[in-house]
């Protein structure tokens, strides 16, 4: 988890100062006790040396005394002024020591002793003054008993400041006594304080780390392993009632939690569900869309291919009908040699350019009845050359008569991709056919493809999305899946398997389908020579109107009509088309579909319709791109009056008659859209 | 429901009025002679006869007798009363050296005393709660000496004084004033305590052979009186001054006309026209024909003082201690029979002497 960047203070590092700051004030107890300790020894040992100062006193008091006793003495032996200054000196010695201890702290019974001696030093005194007015009046021995009383006093005051001095000691001792109770129980009371300030500190920190910190420290972990994405981890249930409450809202919470990431997994299963989905979808649409461009391409290229081819083969026709009509049997023989090679390979060119075309066609989605021996056609036309190339053969051994009901530019995709597949396979490990067999099975067509190459490693995941064989970037891994879907949809079925061949085998099953009537097939075959062999009479002389924006394919049709025995009338396009039929009639039309400028061949035939309509019967539409000649709109004509570039001139020329004559017969009308 | 509450409220004032009948007397503990409790006494009289102290009355716990003047039983006397928590304050001792004793204990247990007679030095450092009523003998003993000094020459003098705290610190001092005079004393003698001089005849002998002509007599009158006659007769001319001790009733008195001349020193002034002092004398001639000396109005004027402050700080003995303390600084001087009081910062009250020549009876 990571830190914040304003880490806050932890629990741990609270006990921790709450430690150190019970620590810190056991300590200052301590530092307080041990002051008043010293203090209180301080205090005895200046007891001690007060004790010792009033010893020195008390002696100082005895000694004054025994000082004035002498002084008595002297003074009854030599009066003098002297000795009595000295005895009241003394005196007052004395008296000012025993009155020092009027303001000191002693007991009572120490009081009563010191004023005791007091008035027994004031008695002393008096009994001194006494004793010397008796030796002055001459009676020495009342003075001298005076001075043994005095001394009988003074023991007596000794006796007493000894007696004082003991009670002072009793106190001092008493005092010591209760400051050494006082120091003991100062010193048991710090030692139990600090004892039991670590005590409760130490409780309180084992108290908090139980139920506080490691309750944290679990609810912490779990939420961490939470986190970490274990959804189904939670807190225990913990012993108090407010670390319970966070606990069970934490697992409330990641219930929650938990729930809501099972329902955000399902949908996001779902939504790659769909991504796949769309994704192929996408890559569908891709391929369609490539398709589609390469179909435009193809388209425009195909029409643009057309024109020339329509040109050379036209031209060459009519070379060829030339050097027939030759006397010279040589310039005929050049007619086969040099002319039906031309014708051949014009035919070849103008086949692929339709195959192209039709490959290139857009599915409209709309399943037809399709000959799969053309189909399959259209698939060999495309790929054949490839196999040429590659040095393997490409065998076709379908019936002629097998339908089915499907998209057709689809079902050619799926008989490209597996003769690419097929070949794909036998160039990188060997091989050296391809067999292509379709047979009828009762109400079922079964399709095999069957070659002699490597085999499948894996046959169980051939048609799994992605999945190829071929080296990075020579394959999307989805053309088998393609058929595989194209297959599924149309309810046929596909295995894949080893051939008998040694190689790898596909078998496709399929609904079949009626043959369609006889009368025409979408893939623009029109009998265009049904006239010639019904052996129709020709219809005359008739004038002919040629619109086409290729000069060779005007002179190829005039040539072809002139031979026919029509008067030709040549337009560029159709404007000039349009100027001409104005001014002129005509007995037919042949226009070229595509043109150049405002007015196309779809033009011509609007106008006529318009403006000439006994004419719209008789119009002949020419194009190099049957499937994609007209944009938008819709034309009825039968399909016979469509004839696709190259044209044959026979076919051209039987269609025109055919036109021209009566009775023509056209069972189907092609829409051309 | 207002009946019963003004039931309620006159209920409560009557237990009120009837607990303060039943409060106990403000009690001031006395330990002095007949003459202070007399006094003292005279003062709670009339503080009752005008209703107590704040509506209480007062009443004297007198201490056992010789506890006035003697050390050892002052030390009890104090002893007991500063135990009992009804005394607020104490006037006593009559001498010093009793006041000297006891003042610690009073200190060390917190209850005031004044002490009316008093005059010992070291009473003025005994402690904040003692107080008297006449200054220290550092003050008479300056007095003595300019009274002894005064009036024509020669100046022999001669001393005798009672050798206790009073009489000896008195001494010193005197001798103290008259050395800085340039006198120094012919002669000097001491007795005890209520103790008669065991040898006056030696001792006015002594007076003789020094050819004294003045005796400063610091002790009591008994002693002195004692002596008085057979002093006139071998020293007519001698002029004694006595020191306040000696001003009693009995001195006053004046029995047999032996004081007859001597000048004692006086707390009170001899000038009668002083309204507060002439009214204590008649009043209290009105209740004894003892004679009116100054421990009487020193006393009158302690126990008075006392309620004063009781009367204004309570019973509390700190707060009457703290009153006390500011009699004549934060409160005002007492007007009393023996004139204003004001205490200072020790206790002391402003010193003031009068020099009475005693009468003949």
């Known amino acids: 988890m990571p830190r914040s960047p304003n880490p806050r203070v932890s629990l741990r590092r609270l006990l921790v100062g709450g430690a150190l700051a019970m620590a810190t004030v056991a300590a200052v107890v301590m530092v307080i006790s041990a002051t008043y300790l010293v203090s209180l020894q301080r205090d005895a040992d200046r007891d001690v040396r007060a004790g010792l100062v009033e010893q020195e006193t008390a002696d100082d008091i005895v000694a004054a ?565 007209v944009a938008g709109g819709s034309l009825d004509i039968p399909a016979e009056r469509v004839l696709a570039k190259p044209f044959d001139v026979h076919e051209y020329g039987a269609l025109v008659t055919d036109m021209l004559a009566e009775g023509l017969c056209s069972p189907s009308i092609a829409s051309v859209s | 429901m207002m009946v019963h509450v003004r039931l309620l409220i006159a209920g409560l004032v009557l237990l009120t009025l009837a607990a303060c009948d039943n409060q106990p007397p403000i009690t001031i503990g006395v330990v002095l002679s007949s003459e202070g409790q007399a006094g003292a006494q005279l003062a709670i009289d009339e503080l009752n006869e005008s209703g107590g102290i704040n509506g209480r009355p007062v009443a004297l716990r007198v201490a056992a007798a010789g506890a006035s003047t003697l050390a050892g039983p002052a030390l009890a006397a104090a002893e007991s009363l500063t135990a009992d928590r009804s005394v607020v304050a104490v006037v006593g001792h009559s001498n010093s050296s009793a006041s000297l004793s006891a003042s610690q204990i009073y200190n060390a247990r917190r209850l005031v005393h004044i002490a009316p007679t008093s005059s010992s030095p070291m009473l003025t450092i005994a402690g904040p709660y003692t107080f008297r009523m006449v200054g220290s003998d550092i003050h008479q003993a300056r007095f003595l000496a300019d009274a002894v000094m005064s009036g024509p020459g020669p100046h022999r003098i001669a001393a005798i004084y009672v050798n206790d705290d009073y009489g000896h610190a008195l001494y010193r001092e005197v001798r103290r004033q008259l050395t800085y005079r340039g006198i120094t004393t012919v002669f000097h003698a001491k007795y005890a305590e209520n103790r008669d001089i065991s040898h006056p005849s030696e001792v006015i002998a002594g007076l003789v052979a020094a050819g004294a002509t003045h005796l400063l007599w610091l002790g009591r009158s008994p002693q002195l009186m004692a002596i008085t006659g057979s002093l006139r007769s071998e020293l007519p001319g001698l002029r004694v001054i006595a020191s306040d001790g000696t001003q009693n009733a009995t001195a006053l008195r004046n029995h047999g006309g032996a004081l007859t001349g001597v000048r004692v020193v006086s707390f009170l002034s001899p000038d009668t026209t002083s309204a507060n002092t002439a009214s204590l004398r008649a009043r209290y001639r009105a209740t004894s024909n003892q004679p009116f000396t100054a421990e009487i109005a020193l006393a009158y004027d302690a126990v008075r003082l006392i309620a004063s402050a009781v009367r204004a700080a309570g019973t509390d003995r700190e707060r009457v201690r703290e009153y006390l303390a500011g009699v004549g600084t934060e409160h005002p001087a007492h007007r009393g029979a023996s004139g204003d009081i004001r205490f200072d910062g020790d206790g002391d009250p402003r010193a003031s002497y009068h020099l009475v020549e005693i009468a003949a009876p």
């Not at chain 1, 690419?420 to 009762?442: E, H, K, P």
């Not at chain 1, 490597?454 to 995941?461: A, I, K, L, Q, V």
């Not at chain 1, 071929?470 to 088998?480: A, C, S």
């Not at chain 1, 080893?498 to 609904?511: E, K, Q, W, Y």
């Open chain 1, 65 to 629: 005394v025994y000082g004035q006793i002498m002084a008595s003495y002297r003074q009854l032996q030599m009066p003098s002024t002297a000795n009595m200054e000295r005895f009241d000196s003394l005196g007052s010695t004395a008296f000012d020591h025993l009155r020092g201890y009027l303001f000191q702290d002693m007991s009572m019974a120490a009081r009563r002793q010191v004023e005791a001696i007091r008035e027994l030093h004031q008695s002393l005194e008096v009994d001194a003054y006494d004793a010397f007015e008796h030796a002055k009046g001459g009676h020495q021995s009342r003075a001298h008993a005076g001075v043994v009383q005095l001394e009988l006093r003074a023991n007596e005051l000794e006796t007493s400041v000894d007696g004082f001095m003991e009670l002072r000691d009793r106190d001092r001792a008493a005092r010591r006594d209760h400051q050494a109770a006082i120091r003991w129980r100062v010193v048991v009371g710090v030692a139990l304080v600090t004892v039991s300030l670590i005590v409760v500190t130490l409780l309180f920190i084992r108290l908090l780390q139980r139920h506080v910190v490691n309750p944290l420290d679990q609810l912490q972990s779990t939420a961490m392993e939470f986190g970490r994405g274990n959804l189904s981890v939670r807190v225990p249930k913990q012993r108090h009632e407010e670390m319970n409450n966070v606990s069970l809202s934490f697992n409330v919470m990641a219930a929650r939690m938990q729930q809501a990431h099972h329902q955000i997994e399902l949908q996001n299963v779902e939504l790659n569900g769909a991504l796949a989905g769309l994704k192929d979808a996408q890559q569908e649409l891709v391929q369609q869309e490539k398709l589609s461009a390469i179909g435009l391409m193809l388209a425009g290229l195909a029409h643009e291919l057309n024109n020339p081819l329509a040109g050379i083969l036209g031209a060459a026709q009519c070379l060829r009908g030339e050097l027939q009509e030759h006397a010279d049997p040589g310039v005929r023989r050049l007619g086969d040699d040099l002319v039906d090679p031309l014708v051949t390979q014009a035919r070849r060119a103008g086949e692929l350019v339709r195959n192209l075309l039709l490959f290139s066609r857009k599915s409209d989605a709309e399943r037809e009845t399709v000959n799969i021996k053309t189909a399959l056609d259209v698939a060999v036309g495309l790929r054949g050359y490839a196999f040429a190339q590659a040095g393997k053969d490409l065998i076709l051994e379908v019936a002629e008569d097998l339908f089915i009901e499907v998209e057709a530019q689809r079902f050619e995709h799926v008989a490209m991709n597996l003769m690419t597949n097929a070949l794909d396979a036998m160039v990188s490990g060997g091989g050296t056919r391809l067999l292509v067999r379709g047979i009828a099975l009762r109400d079922r067509v079964v399709l095999t493809f069957e070659d002699d190459g490597p085999g499948f490693t894996e046959p169980e995941r051939i048609f799994d999305p992605f999945y190829t064989t071929k080296p990075v970037g020579t394959g999307t891994g989805l053309g088998l899946t393609l058929v595989h879907r194209f297959v599924t949809e149309v309810e046929g079925s596909i295995a894949a398997g080893t051939s008998s061949l040694g190689g790898a085998r596909i078998a496709i099953v399929l609904h079949a389908a009626e043959a369609p009537p006889p009368a025409l097939a979408v893939t623009g075959e029109h009998r265009a020579t049904f006239a010639i062999a019904q052996g129709l009479p020709s219809p005359g002389r008739s004038r002919v109107l040629v619109v086409d924006d290729e000069p060779a394919l005007r002179e190829v049709q005039r040539r072809i009509l002139t031979r026919l025995g029509h008067d030709v009338t040549l337009a560029c396009d159709g404007a000039e088309a349009v100027s001409i039929l104005e001014a002129d009639e005509f007995d037919i039309v042949i226009t070229d579909i595509r043109m150049p400028g405002a007015l196309d061949g779809v033009g011509v035939y609007r106008w006529i319709q318009a403006h000439r309509p006994s004419l719209a019967d008789r119009c002949l539409f020419i194009t190099g791109d049957i499937v994609h000649s």
